[in-house]
């Protein structure tokens, strides 16, 4: 199999394994997107004050946000309006994901425990906000193949997000479930934990949003980068023969593995993952 073949199949090749009911070891993901004013539209608004706000009420929430695992902070860098901002926000069930949201009011209270402080900080974080949220998603986040970057950054970073094509389970010759398990979890444990250019990764799989079934199978794939270069560059040749170094059986895994993957992605949008929003 040539090196094009291998890079391809790469690029194809995080999936939601299996179709069925929701795994109660794996864990759930909201994607909401929101709308900010632009600042020629804010009276009396500031890069500088805004960066200000949004730290600061970023910070206080992610501390008293118990439910809250982990929140992807995203704002344009490629795709989509230039006002949004998008949050990946993992739950350890939709009960914890309704729970935070229904207990928003007490929330801030922990925020601010002084009812005049609180007042004026929401009173200035609020105008820089349209005040409407598109829900986009509620997937199952595939638990055992999370990489999550551990180390403290200050410079914002790049999270590209695709929808990858799976070919049906009934299309595969000679294809279980299990082996594409197996697959998937050496292709993860050999290349994708040891890409350092790849920071964190995160395999989304159908839950209540999306389609699954009818001929269409497919998961979204989030990948965090250091730059805009590592992510066009990453470097999966390299990783790969480091990981199965005998030619013979690197292409034999790789055959193994392409029989998985249909054609194509869909490129969902690139984005600066803002670093001093985000919950790790």
């Known amino acids: 199999m040539n090196n094009y073949r291998m890079l391809a199949i790469s690029a194809l090749f995080f999936s939601n394994v299996l ?9 759930v993901v909201t994607v909401v997107n929101y709308d900010l004013k632009y600042l020629s539209e804010v009276e009396g608004g500031s890069a500088d004050e805004r960066k200000e706000l949004f730290e600061t009420y970023f910070k206080k929430s992610n501390d008293v946000s118990d ?3 982990s929140n992807l902070v995203l704002g344009h860098y490629m795709g989509g309006s230039t006002n949004q901002v998008k949050q990946i926000s993992e739950w350890k069930s939709v009960a914890d994901a309704d729970a935070w949201v229904t207990s928003g009011a007490e929330r801030r209270k922990k925020m601010f425990p002084k009812e005049d402080e609180r007042k004026a900080f929401f009173e200035k974080y609020s105008k820089y906000w349209v005040g409407n949220h598109n829900d986009l998603a509620v997937r199952e986040l595939v638990a055992n193949r999370v990489k999550r970057y551990k180390k403290n ?28 398990e197996e697959v998937l979890d050496e292709y993860f444990k050999k290349a994708v934990m040891k890409n350092d250019k790849v920071l964190s990764h995160r395999e989304l799989r159908h839950y209540w949003s ?15 980068y250091k730059s805009l270069e590592d ?3 990453p470097g999966w040749a390299d990783v790969h023969k480091k990981a199965w170094p005998n030619e013979k059986k690197r292409e034999e895994f790789f055959e193994k593995a392409g029989k998985y993957f249909a054609p194509g992605h869909t490129d969902l949008g690139t984005h600066w993952n803002w670093v001093n929003l985000s919950k790790r």
């Open 19 to 27: 179709f069925g009911q929701y795994n109660p070891d794996n864990r």
């Open 67 to 69: 439910r809250l695992i």
């Open 153 to 180: 950054v200050d410079e914002n970073t790049i999270v590209n997000i695709q929808t990858i094509n799976l070919t049906p389970m009934s299309e595969v010759e000679d294809g279980t479930s299990k082996e594409r």
């Open 210 to 224: 999306g389609s699954a079934g009818g001929g269409v199978y497919y998961y979204v794939q989030v990948r965090e």
């Open 231 to 233: 992510m066009n560059k």
